[in-house]
């Protein structure tokens, strides 16, 4: 079967860093686009980054661009988004996704093949 499992969520100060990751499993990995997504208490889930199957090509949402950077190691088939300057409204359960040969830009407006159980991070001021 395949699995999604997040890691690295916690508590963090405003203007602090926090590094979450993704381990992918029953899939071929270079076969996939990878993206992160978050959904804050009473809020829609929201798209935050995306990644092609090789790394070279990379998406964001407006509202993280120069704080969040998402990169993968297809060697460890993993994914992973780099979170700096973090806000308090950034708190929110962290969900990774997976589609099958889907461009970075595309990972927001499509439907991913497959979610991880999320990771929860929160962000006090």
């Known amino acids: 079967q395949v699995q999604l499992v997040e890691s690295g969520g916690g508590l963090v100060q405003a203007g602090g860093s926090l590094r979450l990751s993704c381990a992918a499993s029953g899939l071929t990995f270079t076969n996939y686009a990878m993206a992160w997504f978050r959904q804050a208490p009473g809020k829609e889930r929201e798209f935050v980054a995306a990644i092609n199957w090789s790394g070279a090509m990379t998406y964001y949402a407006d509202s993280v661009k120069g704080r969040f950077t998402i990169s993968r190691d297809n060697a460890k088939n993993t994914v992973s988004l780099q979170m700096n300057s973090l806000k308090p409204e950034d708190t929110a359960v962290y969900y990774c996704?997976?589609?099958?040969?889907?461009?970075?830009?595309?990972?927001?407006?499509?439907?991913?093949?497959?979610w991880g159980q999320g990771t929860q991070v929160t962000v006090s001021s």
């Open positions: 996704a997976a589609r099958y040969k889907t461009a970075a830009q595309d990972m927001g407006s499509t439907s991913s093949d497959y």
